[in-house]
């Protein structure tokens, strides 16, 4: 008896606690709230604090997009000569590399035009990876995982690359995210870039498979080479992001080459998002998967954790993005381009791993 009334008074003191944040919750909505129920200014202390946040963020997020859209013109100029080795490590997106020949090369390879974007580092980072290692040829297979629309796939098989695209399997929690914001490979044609490879060679050889990144199937195996662009941070965890990682090689022969990129915490070593749709890794953990996989004969490109100096490195975007905006604002300001941005108040940025596995 005595228990039941105890955890009864617990069970009490729990509602109550529940009810005190929803109170607390709904009066900071309200006087958050930049219009009362009337329609009219919501004026209050707190308000005359918060009320200007919005607009003092959008001034900030527009000077840095003309100071990266002003940049960007000198990009156009960047000598075109071909490939060449680089000896990539790994390592974050920075303004420098936006800057180089040879990421010039593989965005005009993309038929994109270059300005400073993150994910257009990114593009060029593992195809540039790819290239160095000599996987970008007839006859050699590719798999790619959380791969959506991006065009990797139809760039590979244009250069005769045998390539699986695989995405989240439609039973998945996580697939209404991706396929209301049509980044999903819902079929196999969402994947063809008709700019890029035409229908037939692309029919040819590329593949369709839903996998869930946390558990591979044994049967994926045999490949030259894996890559994924932006995908493991949404695995549900730091721990569960770097077994991927490790468990790519699975998928690879004796030599076989894995290129990922991820988020990078760069600007804060104690604090990070972890166990969330969208986690964060910090210098640590790329220090961890280093060392793990080195300890068993693998060789991962040196680690350069370096942001760079440069204006467009030092630019911090800040939400709302640019596919949060209303559809009148997303036509009068389409271009938002920026390297960093902040995730649930972290600055951070792209961080690209290349992994050979061990012979």
């Given at each position: 008896m005595r228990w039941w009334r105890r955890n009864k008074a617990d069970n009490t003191v729990q509602h109550r606690e529940r009810a005190d944040k929803r109170f607390i919750k709904k009066?900071?909505?309200?006087?958050?709230?930049?219009?009362?129920?009337?329609?009219?200014?919501?004026?209050?202390?707190?308000?005359?604090?918060?009320?200007?946040?919005?607009?003092?963020?959008?001034?900030?997020?527009?000077?840095?997009?003309?100071?990266?859209?002003?940049?960007?013109?000198?990009?156009?100029?960047?000598?075109?000569?071909?490939?060449?080795?680089?000896?990539?490590?790994?390592?974050?997106?920075?303004?420098q590399d936006l800057e180089s020949d040879w990421a010039a090369y593989w965005l005009d390879q993309l038929r994109t035009k270059v300005i400073y974007h993150?994910?257009?580092?990114?593009?060029?980072?593992?195809?540039?990876?790819?290239?160095?290692?000599?996987?970008?040829?007839?006859?050699?297979?590719?798999?790619?995982?959380?791969?959506?629309?991006?065009?990797?796939?139809?760039?590979?098989?244009?250069?005769?690359?045998?390539?699986?695209i695989t995405d989240l399997p439609p039973n998945?929690?996580?697939?209404?995210?991706?396929?209301d914001t049509e980044q999903h490979t819902t079929n196999i044609k969402k994947s063809h870039h008709s700019g890029l490879v035409d229908s037939d060679t692309f029919e040819r050889l590329a593949a369709l498979r839903y996998v869930d990144m946390n558990d591979i199937p044994q049967d994926i195996t045999g490949y030259d080479f894996c890559w994924s662009i932006c995908a493991l941070e949404h695995v549900g965890s730091i721990k569960k992001g770097l077994d991927f990682i490790e468990n790519s090689l699975n998928t690879l022969v004796p030599g076989g080459v894995a290129v990922h990129t991820t988020e990078y915490n760069f600007a804060n070593d104690d604090r990070t998002i972890d166990n969330w749709v969208t986690v964060l890794f910090q210098r640590k953990h790329f220090q961890e998967i280093h060392d793990r996989l080195t300890l068993k004969g693998h060789r991962v490109a040196a680690l350069d954790f370096s942001v760079g100096s440069n204006p467009l490195d030092r630019f911090i975007d800040l939400p709302p993005y640019s596919h949060e905006n209303n559809e009148f604002l997303a036509k009068q300001?389409?271009?938002?381009?920026?390297?960093?941005?902040?995730?649930?108040?972290?600055?951070?940025?792209?961080?690209?791993?290349?992994?050979?596995?061990?012979?």
């Open positions: 009066q900071l909505r309200g006087i958050t709230s930049l219009v009362n129920s009337k329609g009219q200014p919501n004026i209050n202390e707190i308000w005359q604090i918060a009320k200007d946040i919005e607009a003092i963020k959008l001034n900030l997020k527009n000077f840095g997009y003309e100071l990266a859209l002003e940049a960007s013109k000198g990009l156009e100029a960047c000598e075109i000569n071909g490939p060449r080795v680089v000896g990539l490590s790994s390592k974050a997106s920075t303004q993150r994910k257009l580092w990114e593009f060029a980072y593992v195809l540039q990876a790819l290239w160095e290692n000599d996987k970008i040829k007839a006859g050699r297979r590719g798999i790619g995982f959380g791969c959506g629309t991006e065009p990797i796939p139809s760039y590979l098989t244009s250069k005769g690359v045998e390539v699986t998945s929690e996580e697939y209404k995210k991706w396929h300001w389409p271009a938002a381009p920026h390297l960093k941005l902040t995730i649930d108040g972290f600055a951070s940025t792209c961080f690209g791993m290349l992994i050979t596995k061990a012979g």
